[in-house]
């Protein structure tokens, strides 16, 4: 059964830094694109960072550009999302994605299977 579990997630306060993990079983997460969707009550679910499976580009969201780092652990058939500067607009439940599939994108439509999500809340 493939799945994948997300974890990582916490209260933080703005400023502050957490690293979310995206941990895949029943398949090969190297093999997939992998992306990292967010979504704060009453809105969209919106792509924040995503990676390919092909040559490792990433790619981010205007929003998180420079504060957000995707990055994949083969050994441990996990991606990682590290969040730093935190802002209090950054709260939402995160989400991990894959396709197989060349390139990656930040549309959630593009994606096959998803994790259960985990909850990120920036507060002071």
């Known amino acids: 059964q493939l799945q994948l579990v997300e974890s990582g997630g916490g209260l933080v306060q703005p400023g502050g830094s957490l690293r979310l993990s995206c941990a895949a079983s029943?398949?090969?997460?190297?093999?997939?694109?992998v992306g990292w969707f967010r979504q704060a009550p009453g809105k969209e679910r919106e792509g924040v960072s995503c990676?390919?499976?092909?040559?490792?580009?990433?790619y981010y969201a205007d929003s998180v550009k420079g504060r957000f780092t995707i990055s994949r652990d083969k050994a441990k058939n996990t991606v990682y999302l590290q969040i730093n500067s935190l802002k209090p607009e950054d709260t939402a439940v995160y989400y991990c994605a894959a396709f197989g599939g060349w390139g990656c994108g930040l549309r959630p439509s593009g994606y096959d299977y998803w994790g259960q999500g985990t909850q990120v809340t920036v507060s002071s």
């Open positions: 990676i390919s499976s092909s040559d490792g580009s990433t």
């Open positions: 029943g398949f090969v997460l190297d093999y997939y694109a």
